[in-house]
């Protein structure tokens, strides 16, 4: 069994589009969240959710919204894609609020153009 | 804020030869440190982490890594390396504070030569 799944793997669509990605984790973990993998391999945290709660918040544009319907999901929709979009999305999940470390998914590769 | 330097982008090392990939961290307190592993098209695998206590942590597939608290570095080695452990090698701190999530250094790419 997968601990945290992500789909889709891979993800073309054009600019302006809308899209989601959605992450399930089979854990039992309390916290949820996505990070951002640019071009140079730099990983940068987008939201954190604990018990449906959005805790944390970096500099991300409002095209970018998460959605929790439970403790197990946490989807990422982005709306208006641009190619500055253009990343590896990973989801991860963490007992408590990561000082335990996290459990990433696979990553999903999106792709603007 | 806290803050990780990983000093290194590429480290090449022969097959059979030693590794120490360095990170340095920057945090008032003691910081939790964690060293994950990302193999080509893969996402991240946890090696090992640090908390408190021991300050030589034992990872899996044979890594280790040592707090070092007056150097404010948390460095990971392995005594011989296997060509399967080319991948990125990320350093990360998370300050258990009011800042939630991890702080990722830019990772060291390993490159080993046969």
């Known amino acids: 069994d997968t601990a945290v799944s992500q789909t889709p793997k891979y993800l073309v669509t054009q600019m302006g589009n809308d899209k989601s990605i959605k992450c399930e984790q089979n854990l039992g973990h309390d916290t949820m969240y996505w990070y951002k993998q640019d071009s140079k391999k730099f990983l940068k945290i987008m939201f954190s959710?604990?018990?449906?709660?959005?805790?944390i918040n970096e500099t991300v544009p409002n095209r970018f919204s998460p959605k929790s319907p439970d403790k197990a999901h946490l989807n990422l929709h982005i709306n208006s894609l641009e190619l500055g979009d253009s990343a590896v999305y990973f989801c991860?999940?963490?007992?408590?609020?990561?000082?335990?470390?996290?459990?990433f998914g696979s990553g999903t590769r999106l792709t603007v153009v | 804020a806290q803050s990780v330097t990983q000093p290194d982008i590429h480290i090449t090392v022969s097959e059979g030869a030693s590794l120490e990939l360095r990170c340095n961290y920057s945090y008032g307190a003691t910081p939790y440190l964690f060293w994950y592993v990302q193999s080509p098209g893969q996402g991240l695998q946890l090696l090992l982490k640090y908390f408190s206590g021991d300050t030589l942590v034992q990872g899996i597939k044979g890594f280790e890594a040592e707090f070092k608290r007056s150097q404010s570095s948390f460095n990971l080695r392995k005594p011989s390396v296997h060509w399967s452990d080319a991948a990125e090698y990320f350093c990360?701190?998370?300050?258990?504070?009011?800042?939630?999530?991890?702080?990722f250094g830019k990772g060291t790419h390993l490159i080993i030569q046969p």
């Open positions: 990360a701190v998370y300050s258990g504070g009011g800042a939630d999530g991890l702080t």
């Open positions: 991860a999940s963490s007992r408590i609020r990561g000082n335990y470390g996290y459990t």
């Open positions: 959710y604990n018990n449906k709660e959005l805790i």
